[in-house]
């Protein structure tokens, strides 16, 4: 699993880090892979980071890769899932983006 990018940026003003969080927790494929990452622990710290709307978001983006790391490549995320993450990211106005391996990147 490639390093995540450590670029530390302010979220946007309009960020709607709510709408976000339901967004992503309603998601099959967000349930479907943090019920599959080999580290809880960075699943309820990635999750409690989002619930506080958390201003660094380079903790989210290392949070995330601990989510996914060492992860079997059959449980990945594939790029369907990771199409409609983009799309809850855009729709919410998050400065984020998740990249072709599925890691969360900030914009």
Request: cysteine-free; proline content about 7%; aromatic content about 8%.
């Amino acid at each position: 699993m490639p390093a995540p990018n450590k670029t530390v940026l302010e979220p946007a003003e309009n960020a709607d880090w709510g709408a976000f969080q339901v967004g992503m927790l309603s998601n099959q494929a967000y349930q479907r892979v943090s019920n599959l990452s080999l580290d809880p622990l960075a699943v309820t710290r990635l999750e409690t980071f989002f619930s506080v709307q958390g201003e660094q978001l380079a903790v989210a983006v290392q949070l995330w890769a601990l989510m996914l790391k060492d992860m079997p490549g059959e449980v990945l995320p594939t790029p369907t899932e990771v199409a409609g993450w983009n799309a809850i990211a855009r729709a919410t106005h998050m400065p984020i983006q998740f990249n072709d391996q599925g890691l969360l990147e900030a914009l």
